[in-house]
């Protein structure tokens, strides 16, 4: 567990890094992003060797990663609704989310989140951080725990609304692989929830 904390605080300097506003104006954020992806696997696989045993790509568990991505699409279609409505500054720090996609291009973009971030987030935040917290406390103060840390390392965008993004993601995606205790459906879903919602049809 030791070293899973202190890879917890890696990531958090990672994050920093990419999203404070002392540090993000002077940095390319997917070139970040994407170096980040890679230190994350690296330290999985220090961690959690046998990490590939988890992805079982069956059928079922591949229609359940698209049905959730489709899921997962829907609660944030609604959630940016409700929120518009209820907050003046949800718009503006939403918009700013979209604003990290810049100039770059959108085909590259797209590659890196499907190959490298999606993957590379869930291998970390659900097969070595919330695996590590499963097999220490029952699954809801897992879940809750993991899903809270995924969302605190996001705190320094100072963006509200990005926070709460990662929480809901951090709790659905968490619920998921404690149902599953599988990557590829978890992964699947992050995947092309990613892809669809900075890419295909933004919220």
Not at 31 to 51: N, Q, R, Y
Not at 96 to 104: C, P, Q, T
Request: a positive charge; aromatic letters at 16%.
């Amino acid at each position: 567990m030791k070293k899973v904390l202190v890879a917890i605080f890696i990531a958090f300097l990672l994050w920093c890094l990419m999203f404070s506003p002392w540090t993000a104006p002077h940095l390319s954020f997917w070139a970040c992003m994407t170096t980040a992806a890679v230190i994350l696997i690296g330290i999985s696989l220090c961690l959690v060797p046998d990490f590939k045993a988890q992805w079982h790509f069956s059928p079922k568990e591949i229609a359940i990663g698209i049905a959730s991505a489709a899921i997962l699409w829907g609660i944030f279609w609604i959630g940016d609704k409700l929120s518009s409505m209820m907050f003046a500054f949800a718009k503006p720090e939403v918009n700013a989310i979209y604003g990290l996609k810049g100039n770059g291009n959108p085909w590259l973009i797209g590659a890196a989140l499907l190959l490298v971030i999606g993957p590379a987030e869930e291998i970390f935040w659900r097969g070595t951080v919330l695996r590590a917290f499963l097999g220490r406390f029952r699954w809801p103060l897992a879940v809750m725990l993991a899903a809270a840390i995924y969302s605190l390392v996001h705190i320094l965008s100072l963006n509200f609304m990005l926070v709460m993004a990662a929480l809901v993601c951090g709790i659905f995606w968490s619920l998921l692989y404690a149902w599953r205790r599988d990557l590829a459906a978890v992964t699947i879903s992050h995947c092309l929830w990613d892809v669809a919602v900075f890419l295909i049809f933004p919220i």
